[in-house]
């Protein structure tokens, strides 16, 4: 590697919105404000809500009067 063309690589501090931090490595920025991450994100924390096509299928039908 060539020297003096690389971007310095460092770790920062990554900052929720829930309050979360962590820390993780960066070329880029020193402090990373995020507002959603795996602490909070329903996705990972199982709080996921299903969303079905029943209720928009019946209101469909119900719309255009199909039985």
Known sequence: MKDGIHPDYHEVKV???CG???TT???SKDDIK???CS???PFYTGKQRAHGAKGR???FNKKYNRK
């Open 15 to 17: 900052t929720c919105g």
């Open 20 to 22: 979360n931090e962590f």
């Open 25 to 27: 490595r960066s070329t």
């Open 34 to 36: 995020v507002e959603v």
């Open 39 to 41: 602490a909070c994100h």
């Open 57 to 59: 299928v019946e209101a």
